[in-house]
């Protein structure tokens, strides 16, 4: 079973940069590498993210499985406690948010793509 931690761009993601922003802007002279992501608090197993899409969808999302692929990480969580400590920036959307979110995106990228979007 793979697991990983998401976190949402649109909101999360895009105040992790304005928290960054704002931290070089007060200490330029310090610089770290920071990582963004969902954190052990947000980590879901693959099975997770497709039970969250069947509850949000309401449709039944067939599976198959297969031998694990060279490369695969069977887990991947983001360490964020040193952009929590320097930017007190965490994440705060949950898995379903992020899924709803990408789901009514893909619903109007057709109109996106042809220039018809209504947003």
């Not at 770290?32 to 608090?41: L, R, S, W």
Request: glycine residues 10%; contains cysteine.
């Amino acid at each position: 079973m793979q697991v990983v931690a998401f976190s949402e761009v649109q909101d999360d993601d895009a105040r992790s940069y304005a928290a960054a922003r704002e931290h070089l802007a007060r200490r330029p002279d310090i610089s770290a590498i920071y990582n963004i992501g969902g954190g052990p608090n947000l980590s879901a197993s693959l099975h997770g993210v497709l039970a969250a899409l069947e509850r949000i969808t309401g449709h039944a999302i067939p599976r198959v499985y297969g031998d694990w692929r060279p490369g695969d990480q069977r887990v991947y969580i983001s360490d964020i406690r040193l952009v929590e400590k320097c930017f007190g920036w965490r994440p705060v959307r949950n898995l379903e948010y992020g899924l709803e979110k990408l789901l009514a995106w893909a619903k109007e990228l057709p109109a996106l793509m042809s220039g018809k979007a209504t947003g």
